[in-house]
């Protein structure tokens, strides 16, 4: 049976701050979140597509450079965009090629947050840490929440999409 909710966190744990992503995904697993998958990737694919089908909520998370700190959370849409056809996607073009394939989407949102340092080998950044950290306060209200509703009031009136 596929869970209602997919939590698909991805990002470089060896690139210092792009670790934001499946750190976070691993704190979400110490919750046992009922009703929940959770995935994780270094980048998205076309793939992904797949992991989408039959889901009642989606939620990508991965660490940013250009959102305002500590994060940026909004609502995403299927778009065709310059990620499209290359080897790593962004979220809005993963729900494209789910469109495209089944030709429906779930509603989906993007947790992106603010990184400083993506240098391989570094360790997570001070800053980076805190950010996590309202993420991670962020999260557990949705996810215990129980309803799009809450999802929806919870995106940042200056939420932007952005890619490290």
């Known amino acids: 049976m596929t869970a209602p909710l997919l939590i698909f966190a991805y990002g470089n744990p060896s690139r210092g701050d792009d670790a934001l992503g499946p750190l976070l995904l691993e704190r979400l697993e110490a919750l046992d979140i009922p009703g929940a998958e959770l995935l994780t990737d270094f980048q998205l694919q076309v793939e992904h597509a797949i992991d989408l089908q039959g889901r009642e909520r989606v939620l990508f998370i991965d660490a940013c450079v250009s959102c305002p700190p500590p994060f ?74 129980g309803g799009k509703e809450a999802w929806d009031m919870a995106e940042s009136p200056s939420a932007i999409i952005c890619r490290v």
Not at 78 to 106: I, N, R, W
């Open 72 to 145: 940026a959370f909004s609502r995403l849409a299927p778009a065709k965009d310059s990620s499209f056809t290359s080897h790593a996607m962004s979220p809005a073009a993963v729900l494209q090629a789910c469109l495209e394939l089944y030709g429906e989407v779930p509603p989906a949102w993007l947790l992106a947050v603010r990184g400083e340092h993506f240098e391989l080998g570094e360790p997570l950044s001070p800053a980076a840490a805190a950010n996590l950290e309202a993420a991670f306060i962020l999260l557990q209200k949705l996810c215990f929440s």
